[in-house]
């Protein structure tokens, strides 16, 4: 099935230990986005790709940054994490439209 | 003002129970609307979008009321299986989703 795959499930990290969490589609979707939410929030889009155009939210911390080598994977790399930064990361795509918003399971990332 | 929010919930209802939720936005110029479903510790599902024109589906109806920025859903006979927390979902740009903090709803035995 054609879907949105984020790898991995959970994963740990050390505090200010860089970590990359990682997103594919087989969707073909050109439009692919980064949300966190933390614990009884709303999700929050930290930023977007327009194709391969970075969109970057205005209050998305430096310490934020993604990449997407191609159509189909997408990554977030945080550089220094800190305890604040634990949260579950949610990857999604959609068409140029904006339809067939898909989201991915998710990645819960814990800081220790 | 928040931009888009929701009844704080939780909802604690019985079996059968018909339930609402109500949800408002504060910018006029939204385009699309949709509700949408998180299960505990899962990523949210469209559960339907929510037109003008009112939209139903098996037990579940949404209302659109541009007027007065809201929106609102309702769930009648509710299941068990119905326990999540319910996500009001507002879209200014085609590929731009903005969520509210949900609302939790528990379907009691």
């Known amino acids: 099935d054609a879907m949105v795959i984020q790898n991995p499930r959970y994963q740990v990290t050390q505090f200010g230990k860089p970590v990359t969490l990682s997103c594919s589609q087989t969707l073909n979707h050109n439009v692919m986005y980064w949300y966190q939410q933390k614990s009884s929030q709303a999700p929050k889009l930290l930023f977007h790709y327009y194709d391969k155009d970075f969109n970057n939210e205005a209050d998305t911390p430096d310490n934020f940054q993604s990449r997407r080598p191609n159509t189909s994977f997408c990554f977030l790399d945080i550089r220094s994490p800190g305890l604040g930064d634990a949260a579950m990361y949610l990857c999604?795509?959609?068409?140029?439209?904006?339809?067939?918003?898909?989201f991915g399971s998710g990645t819960r990332l814990t800081v220790v | 003002r928040k931009e888009v929010e929701q009844d704080p919930g939780p909802f604690n209802v019985p079996e059968g129970a018909t339930v609402a939720f109500n949800c408002t936005y504060s910018?006029?110029?939204?385009?699309?609307f949709f509700w949408y479903r998180q299960d505990c510790r899962k990523e949210p599902k469209l559960l339907m979008s929510?037109?003008?024109s009112g939209n139903e589906d098996g037990r579940f109806t949404a209302q659109l009321n541009r007027a007065s920025q809201y929106i609102s859903l309702l769930i009648r006979d509710s299941k068990l299986s119905d326990s999540a927390t319910y996500l009001c979902?507002?879209?200014?740009?085609?590929?731009?989703?903005?969520f509210g903090k949900g609302t939790k709803l528990s379907v009691i035995p």
């Open positions: 929510v037109y003008s």
């Open positions: 979902v507002v879209s200014l740009r085609s590929y731009q989703l903005t």
């Open positions: 910018n006029s110029a939204s385009q699309s």
């Open positions: 999604a795509t959609s068409n140029l439209q904006g339809n067939g918003y898909t």
